[in-house]
């Protein structure tokens, strides 16, 4: 009996360590414009398909960052809450200029003319959140 209800076990933890490993990325995008985040929001999808995408209003981007805890954040505006609670995070085109600003856990750079490939290439290079 003893060696059953250790087999179990064994078997919970497998199958719990798999569940997090396979877990996919999570990207929240929260554009000023609607259209925007939906046409990003839609090519990462179609791009990365092992990439879960969100979408939230501009204004909602701390509270849907705080209920999702994404591994990446798109958005027109990055927030202290997202700086300090996201391990990576874009800020596209801020005040409308042809830049992003890129942090890849702690590591920011700034990219000219960023491109869906860019994005693209920020998704897969970017890691995971801490589980909470």
Same mark, same amino acid.
């Given at each position: 009996?003893?060696?059953?209800?250790?087999?179990?076990?064994?078997?919970?933890?497998?199958?719990?360590?798999?569940?997090?490993?396979?877990?996919?990325?999570?990207?929240?995008?929260?554009?000023?414009?609607?259209?925007?985040?939906?046409?990003?929001?839609?090519?990462?999808?179609?791009?990365?398909?092992?990439?879960?995408?969100?979408? +939230?209003?501009?204004? *909602? &981007?701390?509270?849907?960052?705080? @209920?999702?805890? /994404?591994?990446?954040? %798109?958005?027109?505006?990055?927030?202290?809450?997202?700086?300090?609670?996201?391990?990576?995070?874009?800020?596209?085109?801020?005040?409308?200029?042809?830049?992003?600003?890129?942090?890849?856990?702690?590591?920011?750079?700034?990219?000219?003319? +960023?491109?869906?490939? *860019? &994005?693209?290439?920020?998704?897969? @290079?970017?890691? /995971?959140?801490?589980? %909470?």
């Amino acid at each position: 009996m003893m060696r059953r209800g250790l087999a179990i076990s064994i078997i919970s933890l497998m199958e719990a360590s798999e569940g997090i490993k396979s877990r996919n990325k999570r990207v929240l995008i929260a554009m000023d414009l609607r259209s925007y985040c939906e046409a990003v929001a839609g090519a990462l999808q179609g791009l990365c398909p092992d990439t879960s995408v969100f979408q +939230a209003e501009a204004g *909602d &981007l701390d509270r849907e960052t705080a @209920r999702l805890r /994404p591994d990446l954040v %798109v958005c027109s505006r990055v927030t202290r809450l997202v700086e300090g609670l996201v391990p990576n995070w874009v800020e596209l085109y801020p005040d409308h200029g042809l830049e992003a600003i890129v942090s890849l856990c702690g590591a920011r750079s700034t990219l000219e003319g +960023a491109q869906l490939s *860019d &994005l693209v290439s920020v998704v897969n @290079r970017s890691e /995971p959140a801490p589980s %909470v």
